[in-house]
């Protein structure tokens, strides 16, 4: 059992490795050259990416053991009575639970001026709530993804005309937090557990696209509010406190260790509240794996804890003062190419996009490799980065961006195979996570303050232009499979020996 641990975690290590390192290198080459840093801030983010690193190991492994476990059998016993006076109120408790825990929710309400943050929690935790049960209900009734998501974004494209300025970047940013490492594990395993009492040969394929509704609920909700409540404050960016010597050093990070231990503890209470009572009344797992799961729940908690407090402590304030001090410069401009090789790199540093992948590859029997899958979101928030690096530098609205990129996105969604639009927006949020809140947001801010532009208009949007652009490159990967003739076999898609679900062929780059 121990070496069974002792390898899981030295895969997880090395997978954080690869992930972490080419962001350290691309902050060192920038602090070295062109934004210069004082050593008291470098050493706090080089101590910040090695709990970073640690933190990934062990969250990946805990999701694996644990989260994993627990969102398939709840889902499995939630909708196996299929009683609806019973499935809807869980789905949206369940919902507001998992959304209330969810730490890129508080990273993100906490850097918004205009709303007290327990309404921002409470109202983004509704609309994740109401859309769980959408979601879920479609599952169950086997309804096409691809025109609930016109019709809901529709609705919120019509909302966000009528929506004040300040509430528009923060609404669409709401939809990516919300799914981040703590929602995402859960959810997505929850999906696989529901669509397993469906015996139609779709089950497979509608197992995705919970994330994908999820992340509408908070946009909607948010832009209801902007409706009702009228903003307060403004933005104002404080100042950077920097270590005066190596103990002061030592107690940055020491001082937040307790803080968000509570916070993690809140998180996960509520879920393993939630799987203890499906435990007691319908589940009965076994000692062996209850055991398992327990020392799944221990590595989540830790590896969030180190994570957390890696990117908060350390991330955070480098991210600003980089954005500043490029966006400074005469060549003010090369902070888009910059913004695109960060965005192609840290989205692998992402959490929840491991968990996202390796799920993908399992359930399509490697039809949809996680390589393939990495290259496209990769490809993806390198693109909506320089978009945002754009915004920043000339004030343009977001609706300019977001408008047409969902209408690409979801126009693509009538042409390719059923399994890629779910897959695809469910990447979106799942690509705008706890790295996108911590150091992308305030790499935004930073930049944003220094060409002197409105950081509540300008800068607010990056996590809604993450969440994006990957549900456009990763339904092109599912075009590709349409044309491209398969390396292995040299046949077409159509005429191809399915290994999975059917209607996709594998891509391996």
């Known amino acids: 059992m121990l070496k069974f641990y002792r390898t899981n975690l030295l895969e997880k290590l090395e997978e954080a490795l690869r992930a972490v390192i080419p962001i350290i290198l691309i902050v060192l080459f920038l602090c070295f050259t062109i934004a ?110 691809p025109w609930l998501l016109v019709f809901f974004y529709l609705i919120v494209f019509a909302l966000a005309y009528f929506v004040p300025e300040s509430f528009l970047a923060v609404a669409f940013d709401a939809g990516g937090v919300t799914t981040g490492p703590m929602t995402v594990p859960f959810i997505m395993a929850m999906g696989v557990g529901i669509s397993a009492i469906r015996s139609d040969r779709h089950a497979a394929d509608d197992s995705f696209g919970l994330v994908a509704l999820c992340s509408i ?52 209470l509520p879920i393993i509240a939630f799987f203890g009572v499906f435990q007691v009344a319908s589940l009965r797992i076994g000692k062996k794996g209850l055991l398992r799961i327990i020392v799944g ?72 490799s996680a390589k393939a899958m990495g290259y496209s979101l990769s490809f993806g928030v390198a693109l909506s980065l320089g978009l945002a690096m754009i915004r920043v530098l000339t004030g343009i609205s977001i609706l300019w961006f977001l408008i047409p990129g969902y209408a690409i996105a979801i126009t693509l969604s009538f042409f390719v195979p059923k399994i890629f639009t779910a897959i695809a927006f469910d990447s979106g949020g799942v690509a705008s996570g706890p790295m996108t809140a911590t150091f992308l947001l305030p790499f935004a801010i930073g930049a944003c303050d220094a060409v002197g532009g409105n950081v509540v208009t300008d800068a607010f949007g990056i996590v809604a232009m993450v969440a ?29 020996v399915w290994e999975a679900h059917g209607d996709y062929e594998i891509i391996e780059w």
């Not at 304030?317 to 966006?327: C, D, M, S």
């Not at 990957?470 to 990967?477: D, M, N, S």
Request: charged content about 10%; proline content about 6%.
């Open 297 to 368: 729940l221990v590595y989540t908690y830790v590896g969030l804890v180190l994570f957390l407090t890696g990117v908060n402590v350390g991330f955070m304030p480098v991210g600003t003062q980089l954005g500043r001090t490029i966006a400074s410069l005469p060549y003010r401009w090369v902070i888009v190419p910059i913004g695109m090789v960060i965005g192609y790199f840290i989205v692998m540093a992402e959490p929840a996009v491991h968990v996202l992948t390796q799920q993908v590859e399992e359930i399509t029997s490697g039809a949809v």
């Open 36 to 145: 210069p840093i004082s050593p008291g801030l470098l050493m706090v983010f080089l101590i910040g990416a090695v709990l970073l690193i640690v933190g990934m190991m062990f969250f990946t492994l805990g999701a694996d053991l644990a989260m994993t476990p627990i969102g398939e059998r709840v889902g499995t016993a939630m909708t196996q009575s299929r009683k609806l006076a019973v499935i809807i109120p869980l789905a949206f408790l369940l919902g507001v639970i998992i959304t209330v825990s969810e730490p890129d929710l508080q990273v993100l309400a906490q850097q918004v001026p205009s709303v007290p943050n327990l309404t921002l929690i409470v109202t983004v935790a509704c609309g994740v709530g109401v859309f769980l049960v959408i979601a879920v209900l479609r599952m169950l009734f086997g309804i096409a993804l």
């Open 217 to 268: 609920g908070p946009v909607m909700a948010v832009l209801i509010l902007g409706l009702l409540f009228e903003p307060q404050g403004a933005y104002g960016l404080t100042g950077l406190v920097e270590a005066e010597d190596s103990v002061e050093l030592g107690w940055m990070f020491l001082r937040e260790f307790p803080e968000y231990m509570k916070e993690i503890a809140g998180a996960l």
């Open 468 to 496: 994006m652009t990957p549900l456009i490159t990763l339904q092109v990967l599912g075009v590709l499979t349409k044309l491209l003739p398969n390396r292995r076999t040299r046949k077409m898609p159509e005429q191809a």
